[in-house]
């Protein structure tokens, strides 16, 4: 599964806009994101669909975001596991 790419990640737009209003998390490329300096979570296009990888404790857990469900689980996935404070 490719990384995706700025043009796949088109469909995602207000998800990404709503992960890029996190102070927590840095953007370094296009749908790349960092917390506390490591990779935190990023997007896959695939023909099912666009997946996103989000660091969990112990490894990357991937979720389906091309729908509203998959992409509410993503956000609420994502808070959980954010530091509580954007110093972190």
Not at 63 to 87: E, H, Y
């Amino acid at each position: 599964m490719k990384h995706a790419t700025e043009e796949g990640l088109l469909p995602i737009t207000d998800l990404l806009d709503e992960i890029r209003r996190e102070a927590r998390v840095k953007e370094r490329g296009t749908g790349i994101f960092y917390s506390r300096g490591k990779a935190f979570l990023h997007f896959h296009e695939d023909p099912r669909g666009i997946f996103a990888d989000i660091r969990g404790p112990d490894d990357w857990e991937r979720f389906a975001v091309s729908d509203q469900p998959g992409q509410a689980s993503l956000l609420a996935r994502m808070f959980a596991l954010l530091p509580n404070s954007a110093k972190g």
